[in-house]
DNA sequence: GCGCGTTACTAAACCGCGTTACTTTTCACT
DNA sequence: AGTGAAAAGTAACGCGGTTTAGTAACGCGC
């Protein structure tokens, strides 16, 4: 930095005022070429490090998936959240952390990024319930937003309403006359998203007057296509098979078609599926996959805009962010077939 | 640090000591255990700002994904290398910032990430052809390892063979009695991967004899389903309609698919189709897609294996790591019908 | 021609927080 | 008394941000 300022002629505090664009500081704008102009010349860059200390800050976001490796490989949205958050983020100039963290919450996994301050906020994708780390960190005013349904009130996230959505989707199936529906869980039920899109199940079914029967739920610990799959061959082992079934992702859908097809019945001749997700390929599934369509991108945009107002000392209202989803029919579901 | 090393009754060095655990140095198993307990009690973590600083290191690689933020929807590869990076970048307690850039190579996109010293190393996914900013940080002995082919040779990279494998699955479609067999590329050609896949085609047509002919060739710009349907849409179009295509990714072969099955033409019975990259739903398409298997968390563990090796001064041995790859027979090829 | 307030800077010092090289002390053991 | 291990202590970095005090030139009004 002194060898930028001998170049321009000029002091260092000049430099720092002009890189910084410092507000309240009168420097011509003759001089501020001539910094930049040296900057230019000697191929200056300030090292992250030195400013970061400081400054106090990290420039940095943490994008935490809670999801191990065999899920990540499935997980159709990733592609989206990232951008979203990227794209939010990158107006103020932050950068993205990418964190990995199974389901098992090990101590202080991602606590660590915030008490050494390489991190200045997080975005947590899918947290378990009666996380305490989480309450902790929040306890003590790390920026977090969560993308999911919040362990607890107060705080920030981003989500679609699960319950709703998933009554749509299976009132979809009712309004095509489908009376005995069956649902498979998008994962194990202390997931949020689990267990609301399995409360929307039910509410749509009592709402219409229809039992709710447990034989006809299966939880799918996996969030897999092949926890689809199997909890499918369960359902088509049942007395009285279900016309119609309500899973909870795309992913778990596709596993229950192929348990389906595999079995010699046609969709949607003999059994309606809708899905909840529509990842980007599930128009391509023969037949195309009726589903619920969720605005990825946007959850993630809404997150980092979140957090980087949080980071900015301007807490974001509400709390709570619902995006909205909507019924993306294609031809996976069908009238119910008189028999 | 200073009230660390006063509760545990030592000096500030010592405590820096027992952190790093640095070798060659003696202190006895009492003392670290009393530094330890100091830690804890005061819950006291290294700014990670100040360690950067003083060492020089960042602790951090950036993995750099070279495509839009439309691209990266249907990616299906991000989960599996950023989940293979992660895994062996984690060993030595490194992170990993995400970066999207554009194919538009804006100045100095990621060159700042490195001058900045933010991280130690890079990891590009999907390069262009002449990336001169690339070049340049490379000849400043930048640790960069590229995931698919480098621009030029001296660069390491871990890719799969292309050409080898396309051929692989272009003989499949001859060793089934096809001779008119298009191919639909991924990508533009300025991409190596899309350059090099069509190249193994034209290899397997001229091994075996057969015409390469410019109007069974497709290129597809956008690197999307949608690609592939429009090229395949052209392709059907013409006078002697192939009976085979090679799509040179799943997702184009997706596009194509439907292409096809809205021309009311039946797959395989009417046209066998080939995909590549075996993404994880490849295989619930219906019916089942046979494609090159790419082996993806591999591709990222290696890269960032490659990567630690650099930045620790230990010059990976070979420059270039080529992988595996297999072809997966499903359902979407048969043997030429006669007609 | 004087006084006064701006404007446009400079100089110097301190700060943030560990790392690391080097010197010195303490103390147990032979 | 001599030796080596186990530390303590000191101080110099790394690099930019920020503040305080001060200087010099300039314009303006009267």
Request: glycine letters at 8%; one cysteine or more; hydrophobic letters at 40%.
């Amino acid at each position: 930095m002194q060898q930028v300022a001998d170049e321009a002629g000029v002091s260092r505090t000049t430099v720092s005022f002009v890189l910084n664009n410092t507000p309240n500081v009168n420097i011509s704008a003759a001089t501020r070429a001539r910094v930049w102009q040296a900057v230019a010349n000697l191929n200056y860059a300030r090292t992250f490090a030195a400013r970061s200390l400081a400054t106090g800050r990290s420039q940095t976001v943490a994008f935490i998936l809670r999801q191990v490796p065999d899920e990540l490989l499935v997980n159709g949205f990733l592609g989206g959240l990232l951008s979203g958050v990227t794209q939010a983020i990158s107006a103020d100039n932050y950068r993205l952390l990418f964190e990995a963290v199974g389901h098992d919450a090990s101590a202080g996994a991602y606590t660590e990024l915030v008490r050494t301050q390489r991190v200045d906020g997080l975005i947590i994708s899918g947290p378990v319930v009666d996380d305490t780390e989480l309450r902790d960190l929040h306890r003590e005013s790390v920026p977090i937003v969560v993308n999911g349904k919040p362990d607890f009130e107060e705080l920030y996230s981003v989500d679609v309403d699960n319950v709703a959505s998933a009554r749509t989707a299976v009132q979809h199936l009712i309004d095509l006359g489908h009376r005995r529906i069956a649902h498979i869980t998008n994962g194990p039920l202390n997931y949020t998203a689990s267990s609301d899109r399995l409360e929307g199940y039910r509410q749509a079914l009592l709402n219409a007057g229809l039992p709710c029967e447990d034989r006809y739920i299966q939880i799918n610990p996996t969030f897999t296509d092949q926890g689809g799959y199997e909890a499918m061959r369960h359902l088509l082992d049942l007395p009285e098979r279900p016309t119609a079934v309500f899973a909870a992702s795309d992913v778990v859908a596709f596993g229950a078609i192929r348990a389906i097809q595999e079995a010699g019945l046609h969709i949607p001749a003999d059994i309606s599926i809708v899905g909840f997700d529509d990842i980007p390929l599930a128009s391509y599934l023969a037949p195309g996959l009726t589903t619920i369509h969720i605005p990825v991108v946007q959850l993630g945009v809404r997150a980092g805009e979140m957090l980087m107002q949080l980071i900015q000392g301007d807490p974001p209202v509400p709390h709570r962010v619902l995006l909205e989803t909507r019924l993306v029919i294609r031809h996976s579901t069908a009238p119910l077939r008189e028999s």
